[in-house]
């Protein structure tokens, strides 16, 4: 049997890999990876790859890559990237989306949403 996951346990893998961690967990992936972790977990993922981390969650992603947090999360992507933050309004879940370089989104900075579901940097 190879390595089982633990939930609340640290992942990383390399190049062209996939790392899932739990509840509190942290996931890293290599060059083109994707990275998914849990509820208040942190996922990176490096460039042109996908990150999605859990409500709370910090999502982080490289060149051309997608960050995608849950409510009341952050994300970061680099030039060409896309962020994206999912939030709740008039008892509907939405997604807020946003694309580096437009609309004033700089890239490797913090985002997340202000009371007016608008992209705010923070630090």
Do not use: W
């Not at 997604?95 to 700089?106: F, N, Q, R, T, W």
């Amino acid at each position: 049997m190879g390595n089982a996951g633990v939930i609340g346990s640290m992942i990383t893998v390399g190049d062209n890999q996939t790392a899932v961690s739990g509840y509190g967990g942290t996931s890293t992936s290599g060059y083109r990876g994707t990275s998914t972790s849990g509820y208040e977990g942190t996922s990176t993922s490096g460039d042109y790859g996908t990150s999605i981390s859990g409500d709370e969650g910090t999502a982080t992603s490289g060149y051309g890559g997608t960050s995608t947090s849950g409510d009341y999360g952050t994300s970061t992507s680099g030039y060409r990237g896309c962020i994206q933050i999912y939030y709740y309004h008039n008892g509907r879940r939405r997604l807020k989306v946003g694309y580096i370089g437009e609309e004033g989104l700089l890239p490797n900075v913090k985002y997340k949403l202000d009371e007016n579901f608008n992209f705010k940097a923070v630090e």
